[in-house]
């Protein structure tokens, strides 16, 4: 059965998020917070937190600094997922979000840990042995000091080479090293893309250029997360758009992560593009309406994806 298919998510950079939310910031004054959290998170985790609440075997790994771990083993011992982190001395760093009222959130993303030659090769050691027994990879977030796009870029050949389908999920250099090793999806958000390609995308018919030429990279499927204004997504089926409902906006951190996972279990399950693109858009949509991510309630997911809004492009 499709859905025992085993996963592994990598998050090279995790964070814990300290969410903070108040009316307005004011930069360069004192602004007092009216409700605030402090959780463990980071792309791939944020990734295998959703796919082991949908049901998935879940195994994690990267890099994790012994100081201030103990709320990432809690939540891998409360969800049973595998644990396989690389520890490193030293402090997970710590990423500030600022909510407003208006749903403008500020991200204050801080380095992370520093990565040495020997945490390296472990790292390497445990990936190629989990590419044994694990069928889909998902590589997402930042790279931490120490770790460089062009590895990044190798485990993704190496993981292809071995007829693993990699989702990949990053920004910057890791983004352009990453797109050109055929990752089977890559899911930049359409901001990520503009600063890649080096070009300002105003319209859809711009961003959808834009994904052609990932495609034409060798990515097989391109998602593109739009916010508010849903997904496109293209393979060699051709376009699928996704619009979901207006939300009530609680937090968007993390709702990029959630897509992914949508669309990950989605391909673990084998369901055809358009349901996938409907369950994912949907996951990702009810995760705007809370500070962090998890499914609540896997029957609001399934009544929201009936309004989400699926076209051919
Ligand atoms: N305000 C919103 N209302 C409804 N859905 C949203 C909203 N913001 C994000 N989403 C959903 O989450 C997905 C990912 O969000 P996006 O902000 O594009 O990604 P990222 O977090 O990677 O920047 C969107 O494609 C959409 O499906
Ligand atoms: O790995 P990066 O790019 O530095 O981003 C890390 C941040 O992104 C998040 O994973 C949220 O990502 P999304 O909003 O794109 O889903 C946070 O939990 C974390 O603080």
Same mark, same amino acid.
């Given at each position: 059965?499709?859905?025992?298919?085993?996963?592994?998510?990598?998050?090279?950079?995790?964070?814990?998020?300290?969410? &903070?939310?108040?009316?307005?910031?004011?930069?360069?004054? +004192?602004?007092?917070?009216?409700?605030?959290?402090?959780?463990?998170?980071?792309?791939?985790?944020?990734?295998?937190?959703? $796919?082991?609440?949908?049901? @998935?075997?879940?195994?994690?790994?990267?890099? $994790? &600094?012994?100081?201030?771990?103990?709320?990432?083993?809690?939540?891998?011992?409360? $969800?049973?997922?595998?644990?396989?982190?690389?520890?490193?001395?030293?402090?997970?760093?710590?990423?500030?979000?600022?909510?407003?009222?208006?749903?403008?959130?500020?991200?204050?993303?801080?380095?992370?840990?520093?990565?040495?030659?020997?945490?390296?090769?472990?790292?390497?050691?445990?990936?190629?042995?989990?590419?044994?027994?694990?069928?889909?990879?998902?590589?997402?977030?930042?790279?931490?000091?120490?770790?460089?796009?062009?590895?990044? @870029?190798?485990?993704?050949?190496?993981?292809?080479?071995? &007829?693993?389908?990699?989702?990949?999920?990053?920004?910057?250099?890791?983004?352009?090293?990453?797109?050109?090793?055929?990752?089977?999806?890559?899911?930049? =958000?359409?901001?990520?893309?503009?600063?890649?390609?080096?070009?300002?995308?105003?319209?859809?018919?711009?961003?959808? =250029? @834009?994904?052609?030429?990932?495609?034409?990279?060798?990515?097989?499927?391109?998602?593109?997360?739009? &916010?508010?204004?849903?997904?496109?997504?293209? =393979?060699?089926?051709?376009?699928?758009?996704?619009?979901?409902?207006?939300?009530?906006?609680?937090?968007?951190?993390?709702?990029?992560?959630?897509?992914? @996972?949508?669309?990950?279990?989605?391909?673990?399950?084998?369901?055809?593009?358009?349901?996938?693109?409907?369950?994912?858009?949907?996951?990702?949509?009810?995760? +705007?309406?809370?500070?962090?991510?998890? +499914?609540?309630?896997?029957?609001?997911?399934?009544?929201?994806?009936?309004?989400?809004?699926?076209?051919?492009?």
């Amino acid at each position: 059965m499709s859905k025992n298919l085993k996963v592994v998510t990598v998050t090279l950079n995790p964070a814990l998020d300290l969410t &903070g939310s108040l009316e307005a910031l004011q930069t360069g004054s +004192v602004n007092l917070i009216e409700t605030g959290s402090l959780h463990p998170a980071g792309k791939g985790i944020n990734v295998a937190k959703v $796919l082991a609440e949908l049901g @998935a075997k879940v195994t994690v790994t990267g890099f $994790l &600094g012994t100081n201030n771990q103990a709320s990432f083993v809690e939540l891998f011992e409360s $969800l049973k997922i595998n644990d396989q982190f690389i520890r490193v001395q030293g402090d997970t760093r710590i990423n500030v979000k600022i909510v407003e009222k208006s749903g403008q959130v500020s991200d204050l993303n801080f380095p992370g840990v520093i990565v040495g030659e020997s945490e390296l090769a472990e790292f390497e050691r445990t990936l190629f042995k989990l590419s044994k027994t694990h069928d889909v990879f998902v590589i997402a977030g930042s790279l931490p000091q120490g770790v460089t796009p062009e590895h990044c @870029a190798g485990w993704i050949e190496t993981l292809n080479k071995a &007829g693993k389908k990699v989702f990949f999920d990053s920004s910057n250099k890791a983004l352009a090293a990453g797109v050109n090793a055929h990752p089977y999806l890559v899911k930049p =958000n359409d901001e990520e893309l503009s600063a890649l390609l080096n070009l300002p995308l105003k319209n859809t018919d711009e961003i959808k =250029n @834009a994904a052609q030429q990932l495609q034409q990279q060798g990515c097989h499927n391109v998602v593109i997360s739009m &916010g508010e204004n849903g997904v496109l997504w293209l =393979n060699q089926a051709g376009w699928l758009k996704s619009t979901p409902p207006k939300m009530e906006v609680v937090s968007t951190v993390g709702a990029g992560d959630t897509l992914v @996972a949508g669309l990950c279990w989605s391909e673990l399950n084998q369901w055809d593009k358009s349901q996938s693109l409907s369950f994912a858009t949907a996951l990702s949509a009810l995760a +705007v309406s809370q500070v962090g991510v998890g +499914v609540e309630d896997i029957d609001q997911v399934e009544a929201l994806q009936k309004n989400i809004k699926i076209t051919q492009e």
